[in-house]
């Protein structure tokens, strides 16, 4: 069951320039996002959240933006950096506070 | 204030025996998930557990694949009689009692079993 997807398996963007990473869920069900950056050989850690009473959240670089009524959630990293490519995942969670993920994308920020 | 711990970090195994991944989770967590990872694919959520409690195991397979959270001591995930679909890395993720609108997981570096 794909309830939350990201369609994109792979996004390149320049050094200094604008990432936007896409998310879609299928579950109105799900209250709170996340999203999470993994490196090679490491578990997965966590970047920025927002609840579904929000429709952004900003942290320094990173913004995540919820539309509810698409749902559709995304990730702006601005300035993108090369330290910043990794793998993302958006995650949802459901009522019983379980998540579930997306299949990720592989982000690669060229200096 | 040590991280999310999981062993071993790499297991082989050949088809039929058993494997046994063990995670403790950070200090004053309470709460643990189990993920699995199959190569190229995302992470797909096994089993939540509370100390001696399944709350969610709707990501488990339902024949080889347990899961414990006992009162002491670690979470094991125990494949029986593993076969070369397991073959994957395992997270382990935990968090603290969810109040106050922060449900943010930390995970372990994983597990990557390997079936022969």
């Known amino acids: 069951d794909q309830q939350v997807k990201q369609n994109s398996p792979s996004l390149s963007v320049q050094e200094g320039r604008i990432s936007i990473l896409n998310c879609d869920y299928t579950n109105s069900m799900f209250d709170y996002f996340l999203w999470y950056k993994k490196y090679p050989a490491e578990g997965p850690t966590f970047l920025i959240s927002i609840s579904s009473i929000k429709d952004k959240n900003e942290d320094g670089r990173f913004t995540v933006f919820l539309n509810k009524s698409a749902k559709h959630l995304s990730l702006h990293i601005v300035p993108s950096q090369p330290g910043d490519s990794a793998v993302y995942f958006c995650a949802a969670k459901g009522g019983n506070n379980d998540m579930r993920f997306g299949a990720g994308t592989r982000l690669t920020v060229k200096p | 204030n040590a991280g999310v711990m999981q062993n071993p970090r790499h297991l082989v195994r050949r088809r039929g025996q058993e494997a046994r991944l063990r995670c403790s989770p950070m200090k004053g967590h309470s709460h643990v998930y189990w993920y699995r990872q199959l190569p190229e694919e995302g992470l797909k959520f096994m089993v939540y557990l509370q100390k001696e409690n399944i709350i969610d195991e709707s990501g488990m397979p339902k024949e080889r694949f347990s899961a414990e959270f006992p009162k002491e001591g670690p979470s094991i995930l125990r494949i029986q009689q593993v076969v070369r679909g397991d073959s994957a890395a395992y997270f382990c993720?935990?968090?603290?009692?969810?109040?106050?609108?922060?449900?943010?997981?930390?995970f372990g570096p994983g597990t990557r079993l390997t079936v022969t």
């Open positions: 993720a935990s968090s603290p009692l969810l109040t106050g609108g922060h449900y943010e997981q930390y």
